[in-house]
């Protein structure tokens, strides 16, 4: 009865499609407005160096469970420990995996609301507050953001029926190189305008001064987030890996991959902002508000803003088919549904889930958790809590329960020895648990 497990075509096929998955919304919208609210170049090195630590080996982790039992979140604990309560480990993946899609859909609709909006020059002759107040108008609406919501989805749902090859993999081959051609673009306009070198300045240079606790996790929650790590996409990928990949030289591509972008985004955006004296901690808003009163004020703006919108829409896309894909190939693998009703399902309870978040801009812009709005709530929630959680229990899995010595044999397949393998087997055994123990512990409870 067992259909034929799907796979991916190529090498890199798998290396598009991950990297597709981590470059998105988290580097492009995320990022800078991280580092913008915590203070620039000091923020960038800790999070370069917890990608090192913390993000490569977790990803390590992550692919080679894929790969070894070539199943989905939750098939993988069915497969190595049956009838354990590790299981609900991959219950809580696709929990997460739901609810950042939810949020995360809401964001990339006004991304491609904005695409429209710069090609019929709405923007045109605005000043930076009539712009704010065109984005509060568009966030704020009660339909028209949950419209683009839901474009956003069905163009992701259409992806992720196609399947794993013909679908994920093959949009992603076409995606990925315009998003690098369109990133190069739009960083020579950037780094071109007067006054950009304080914003490189601002952006790559550090005051250590300013890290404190709070950067630490604010700086592990967006590895976490912008690698795609925690939640299984990357066991999902990997499930469709075969035995001769060399893993570790793939999860250092897509990172260095991911890193690239995240610097290669702040660089067009804090310079840019830097040049026209605007304020880089605007927040979230930074990219929608802030970066549309560059583009007016530079030649050929509507068009680069057209570009920028695009690239944006497409790192997104790409990441929400991942997102979507975890909870698909759980429905598929263990449940036997059909794909297409899976995807659609779940990318209809995504649509669902969104609309608190959407309408937390407008009509429930008064209902706050702890002082976040929902969608900033979800966020928070995902990123800081849930993801660096779902690592945790990762490679307390990895390294105690499943793996020793299987783990470096895991990770290094049919493909030939990997020599960091010993080091790396020490980190997830005992330095990642202790570490992401005691960040989440102290960020849950501060103060203790
Ligand atoms: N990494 C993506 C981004 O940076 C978002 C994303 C896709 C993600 N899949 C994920 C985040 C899985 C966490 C887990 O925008």
Known sequence: MEKKKEQWGSRLGFIFAAIGSA????????????????????????????????????????????????RNV??????????????????????????????????????????????????????????????????????????????????????????????????????????????????????????????????????????????????????????????????????????????????????????????????????AVFAFGLDPESGPPLIYITLPAVFQNIPLGSFFGVLFFVLLSTAALTSAISLLEVVVAYWVGELKWSRTGATLLAGLGAFVLGIPSSLSNGVLADYTVAGFPFLDLMDALTANILLPLGGLLLVVFAGWVWGGKELVAAVEGEAGRFPLGGVWAVLVRWLLPLALAYILLSGLWPGS
């Open 74 to 271: 939750v098939g993988v604990f069915k497969k190595l420990r049956p009838g354990t309560p590790w299981v609900r480990v991959g219950v809580l993946g696709v929990a997460a995996g739901f609810i950042i899609l939810s949020f995360y859909s809401v964001i990339a609709g006004w991304s491609l609301a904005y695409i429209f909006k710069f090609l019929q020059g709405d923007f045109l002759h605005l000043s930076p507050s009539e712009i704010a107040q065109t984005f509060g108008d568009l966030v704020a609406s009660p339909v028209t953001p949950i419209l683009w919501q839901g474009l956003f989805l069905a163009l992701t749902m259409g992806i992720v029926i196609l399947g794993v090859a013909r679908g994920i993999e093959r949009w992603s081959k076409v995606l990925m190189p315009m998003l690098f051609m369109l990133l190069l673009i739009l960083i020579a306009r950037s780094l071109t305008l007067d006054g950009a070198r304080e914003g490189v300045y601002w952006l790559l240079r550090p005051d250590f001064a300013s890290i404190n606790f709070d950067t630490v996790l604010t700086a592990l929650g967006q590895v976490f987030f912008s690698l795609s790590l925690g939640m299984g996409a990357m066991i999902t990928y990997g499930s469709y890996l075969s035995r001769r990949e060399d893993i570790p030289k793939s999860a250092i591509t897509i990172a260095l991959a991911d890193m690239a972008v995240a610097i290669l985004a702040g660089l067009i955006i804090i310079p």
């Open 23 to 70: 470059v998105g919304l988290g580097n492009i919208w995320r990022f800078p407005t991280v580092v913008g609210q915590n203070g620039g170049g000091a923020f960038v090195l800790v999070y370069l160096g917890m990608v090192f630590v913390v993000g490569i080996p977790v990803m390590l982790v992550e692919i080679a469970l894929g790969r070894a039992t070539q």
